[in-house]
C-alpha cells in the first residue's frame, strides 16, 4: 500500500485526524504540540498520526494536501490546516462552527475558554 493509499485509509476512517511530529500525548515540535493542545483542551476525539515514525508518511502527507508544513488537520475527511490556520479558526470560533456543521463532538465551554485567554 502506497502512502497516498495509506493516508487516505486513515483520513477516510476517523472523523478527525491530526499528522503531527509526536504523538497527541507527546508532541515533538511546538506547532504540533499547540494544534494537539487545542484539541485535547476542547475534549475532540481525534487519530494522531506520529510522522516521525514513518517517513513515507511524513513526505506523503505533504504531497496528499499539497500543504507543505506539519502539523495538519483533517475534518471529516477534509484538510483544514495547519497550526496557524487552525489557531485563526480557534479564535475566530470557526473551528467550533466546522466542528459543528461536521458533527463532531467538544466542549463548547473548553473552545470559549481558550477564546477568553487569548482576548
Known amino acids: 500500500m502506497s502512502a497516498a493509499e495509506k493516508i487516505k485509509q486513515t483520513v477516510e476512517a476517523n472523523d478527525v485526524v491530526l499528522y503531527m511530529k509526536g504523538t497527541k500525548t507527546m508532541p515533538q515540535c511546538g506547532f504540533s504540540s499547540r494544534v494537539a493542545g487545542?484539541?485535547?483542551f476542547m475534549g475532540v476525539d481525534y487519530a494522531d498520526v506520529n510522522v516521525l515514525a514513518d517517513e513515507?508518511?511524513?513526505?506523503?502527507?505533504k504531497d496528499y494536501s499539497d500543504w507543505p508544513t506539519i502539523p495538519q488537520l483533517y475534518?471529516?475527511?477534509?484538510?483544514?490546516?495547519g497550526c496557524d490556520i487552525v489557531t485563526e479558526m480557534t479564535l475566530s470560533g470557526e473551528l467550533d462552527q466546522l466542528f459543528d456543521?461536521?458533527?463532531v463532538?467538544?466542549?463548547?465551554?473548553?473552545?470559549?475558554?481558550?477564546?477568553?485567554a487569548n482576548a
Do not use: T
Open 38 to 40: 487545542v484539541l485535547n
Open 56 to 61: 513515507e508518511i511524513r513526505a506523503g502527507i
Open 75 to 81: 475534518v471529516k475527511g477534509e484538510f483544514v490546516g
Open 101 to 103: 456543521a461536521k458533527g
Open 105 to 116: 463532538a467538544y466542549d463548547k465551554d473548553a473552545a470559549e475558554k481558550i477564546r477568553e
